[in-house]
């Protein structure tokens, strides 16, 4: 039998011992775990990021993995832990709606749990790192094999991230930057379908026309600015291998507008 | 039984095919080795931030892990490297004092040993990466049962690296920040229970006055400067949701005040 | 049996997901790969950097570790994606040259082999994320024992990466700056002979002097400038305890020249 997998997502970085302490804590508890890092760079703080970057890559792990996400700004506060069953994972993360964006498009969460059985959390717990003194046993355990049921109590209540959505206008739509990968590739909120379906759209990225629209990176000249369909659907903007980012000064947030009909200019 | 686990501690950084070549040597010799990356981003040459960072991280791993620590500004040098037995974790160091302050606390290092039995070596030894031609084959043939004592003499001499401690003044304490993490918040010399104890300390980093004492960062408002107990009951200076580094424009080594009796002002 | 070692090096980053999907892929048709991180910080797009990396690291590998390497600005255009044994190791990359510099100095390449065989690619294939949809995959197969034959055709032909060679003259050599490390080395393509068998030659980066030439950096105290042979056994250059980047502010691509016979000045 294969070992069971935990997967690891934090805004910790690398430089700090947070994310070692977290390894420790879980392989004292079980050693057998196979701990996988899929990011310690989530920009601090940065809950959308998280969400999107979990909504983008645990959809392709084996079902039931267990993915911890501490991504964790209300830590010590009023906010709680979760455990969901969601989209055929299972993740352990902080109540501030990290993970809805990945519920959408599939059917309702199978089972939310307030994370409330102090049992499987060190005897210890700080009011700054529930990573080392929460999440980290919790995610052990699970692994042993404890029942999620015996967690806490199942809720149907928790914090739901609003992510925006592109607006329709007669003549086209008006979205914006969500995502911003390391090339500075710009992912958007608009369907890649925009792209696809109409006849010639002009796309823009705040004033400045993206000037060529492709199927991939490589259909145009390096250098060149480009629009096409996201590894994940959805409308990108690109410079070809450059950065779309530093060249138009933008990031998460910059308006990005379709047009369907082209007007004349 | 449990693959067993070495885990790696460098300032190599990412971008550098050294911690790459590291692994590939210890999976040459033991491919079972169940490789657990704690950093490779400790600032170059950093010997104190490696030495906070053993501290804080590895006792929570499980008692005889062995830990790999790349942090050797003196290699090549007359510098030896050392097997150490402390805090009960086994340890590859360079003996530059990295691991003292993981030490301190403990009960005597169990033991110590010079590394210098050739045979388990790279048979020819760069001088300038030891990683790759000591640090790695010593770990993994030890992570296959060599004994310690085979490595080479028992020695009770090694590098002691001082760390600052905080100086007491009638009316309070003077410290300074010794670790700054991944969110900007600074870690300092003094101890937790000076904020708890007291009755209204007031806390200053030079200057400027931290005018919240809380629990949880998530007991004030974004964007507040605040004082509380860290992860690892030290007073730490943090503004909430962001960084009290680039806030004060301050780092390791600035002076951390507490003030017992509140001046009238 | 020891579990089968997949190494993954990658120019995608960590903030973003795709280093994280490609582990999905991978683990759900092979949940017992031993997923190695080599790098993920390879520059974007920089298949040089790749190139050296690959020729540094890969040779200190278990022979025949399979090696993922998406480092990949052409993808979705005309290149192929080839699989490689060489140099004792097998690789999966990208055909533009990333590999062929690990091939010098090795007896001919083993076998390439033309990735063609779609029944081993995600069923539906993005035009901008082959490391997820093709990549990942192929490799989780050939790991779980797939014959490399069934991926395609073998092939003959491939894109060579053609790196700068020395120029001699009659009183020394005109190199330049290959790869710059973490701590800011600069590593040339001259070998590191050339150091060690003249009489007190001359090196200069550029129109500044090296004024040492050591054995190891800590045979210079901090802040000199030293010329040394680096673990790979190139001419190197760098600052004790510094950055020998920042300092003469250089790069890849600087000119470094060696004179056998010093001038007078």
Redesign the interface.
Known sequence: M??P?I?L?T???????????????L??IN??AH???????????DVR?AA???A???????PN?LHVVVVD???????EILYVAVAGQRLLVPDNGCWTLLAEGHAQPLRVIRVRERRFWRPIV????HG??IFAPVAAYLSLGVNPADLGPVTTEWQQLAFPTPQRRTDGLCGEVIFV????NLITNVSGSALTTARAPRVSVGDVVVPNRV?????AT?GSLVA????NGLL?IAEV?G?AARRLSVGVGARVSIDWQQRKE
Chains 1, 2, 3 share one sequence.
């Open positions: 294969s070992a997998i997967t997502t805004d910790f970085g690398s430089r700090s011992p947070f994310v070692a302490a977290m390894k420790g804590v392989l004292c050693p057998d701990l996988v890092d899929l990011s310690h760079d989530v920009p601090p703080y990021h999107f970057f979990l983008d890559a645990l959809p392709y792990f084996p993995t700004p209300g830590v010590g506060g009023a906010r700080s009011s700054t790192f080392r003194d990968d390391n090339f500075g199927r991939a990176y490589a259909d390096p096409l369909v996201s590894s990108e291998q950065s």
